[in-house]
Every structure is written in C-alpha cells, then in structure tokens.
C-alpha cells in the first residue's frame, strides 16, 4: 500500500496534455488528499477511541470534521483535545471556521460538507424536534454561477439544446449530492432559476427584450427542452421532513 501511494504521489500531474513535476504536496481537489488526510488524522481516531467517546460523538471526512456534544463544556473539552492532537502533528484548527454552535430548538446551525444543518420542528407533531439538512449558502452560490456562466448572452447563436445539455451535466452533478436530508425548498428556488436563465438566453437569441418566462418561455416549455429538475429528487432523512 505505502508503495502505491509513494507511486501515486510521484507521478506528476497531467494537464492540457502535459505532465508537470511536482515536489510537494498534492493538487486542489486530487482524489488522494482525502486518503492522506485520513492518514494523518489518524492519531485523532486514536484519540477519541481512547478517551474522547465521553464528551461527544467525532464525525469526520478528510480534514473537516464536526464533534456532537451534549453540553456545552463538553464542547470546549473536545475543541481543547482536538487543537492538543493537531498540535502535535504540526497543524491547528481554523480560528475562522471553528466555532460552537448551540443547536437546540434551531437557535444555530454549522455547516458541513456543504450542508447547512439546523433543528427543525416536526410540522406532523408540534413540540418534538430532528436535525435536517440542506445546501449551504455557499453551495447554492456555486450551483447558481455556473448555470449563469452556461447560459450567457454569448451563447445565444448557438443551439439551446447545447446549452441545456451542458446545464443537465452540472444539475445532476450537483442534484444527486445534496438530494439526500431536507433540500426540497433549496432545489425549487434552482429550479425557477434554471427558467429564468434559460428565458433569458432564448430572449436574446429571438431578439426579444426581458425575461418572457411567465408566458412564451415558462417552465412547460424548459421541460420540453429536456432540462433536468432537481424538484420531485429528495431523499428525505426523515419521513415528512421534505418541508
């Protein structure tokens, strides 16, 4: 295994058909990191199975993680053993994107792995509250600029077709990672976007002025283009909490 990934760290990266050097370190993004990452990290599994159990529940992918507290001094004691583990590797945690959130009765939410999650009380039985979960704000900036970069003015010489096609890969890229929790409102609002843009689009490339989504190209007529809805995908978490 070591000496596949010394294989692996040493083959240089492969761009615009160039293979590249590299010295140190890993690409943005390179399917690796998380696996180094967990090597790592793994003093602080060794951690929390040695002690750390009793203040909380660790929930960990790569170098982002999250600990599940019932109090509030059991919070800070696992932020103090945390930051004591990492400094011994050399590393510390972001002062910026640390933080302790008190989640009862959604007074606050955190964010991981691009999912805002917060308390929510259940519509069905008033009183009795369940985590959900949906895209964070950041995710549903990303998602928006690149369906605005896909549907540019200076595509409207080409074929819409083309342009939907293009939209479809990044929707169910997008779709299919945050269709699992409590998206069903986040993916409505993609959705009407998805037709506003794409009215946009067909608008100027028929010379017209405005949108003209409400009538001539509303959402029946970007369903006969073949986009891809997000609406109607949800995999709720919990039963009737697609709200």
């Known amino acids: 295994m070591l000496k596949l990934l010394r294989g692996w760290l040493r083959a240089g990266v492969f761009e615009g058909g160039i293979v590249s050097a590299i010295e140190a370190g890993t690409p943005q993004g390179s ?27 660790l929930v960990k992918y790569a170098d982002d993680l999250v600990v599940l507290c019932a109090t509030r001094e059991q919070a800070e ?3 103090e053993l945390v930051a004591a583990v990492l400094d011994a590797l050399g590393l510390r945690l972001h002062p910026e994107k640390t933080r302790i959130a008190h989640l009862a009765r959604g007074a606050q939410g955190f964010t991981f792995l691009g999912f805002e999650h917060r308390m929510r009380e259940s519509w069905k039985q008033p009183g009795r509250w369940y985590l959900q979960k949906w895209p964070s704000r950041r995710a549903m900036a990303s998602i928006r600029g690149k369906i605005r970069d896909r549907t540019d003015r200076r595509y409207a010489r080409l074929p819409l077709e083309w342009a939907v096609e293009d939209l479809n890969r990044a929707l169910r890229g997008w779709g299919n990672y945050f269709r699992y929790g409590n998206s069903g409102r986040k993916f409505a609002q993609i959705d009407c976007y998805v037709n506003e843009r794409l009215a946009l689009l067909a608008s100027a ?39």
């Open 77 to 79: 004691q696992a932020g």
């Open 205 to 243: 490339k028929h010379g017209l002025q405005g949108r003209n989504w409400v009538v001539r190209f509303n959402s029946e007529w970007a369903t006969k283009l073949g986009v891809h809805r997000l609406n109607g995908t949800v995999k709720p978490t919990l039963a009737y909490a697609s709200r």
């Open 31 to 57: 399917p690796i990191s998380p696996l180094l990452a967990n090597i790592a990290l793994h003093v602080l599994d060794e951690a929390w199975q040695g002690g750390g159990q009793r203040l909380g529940v």
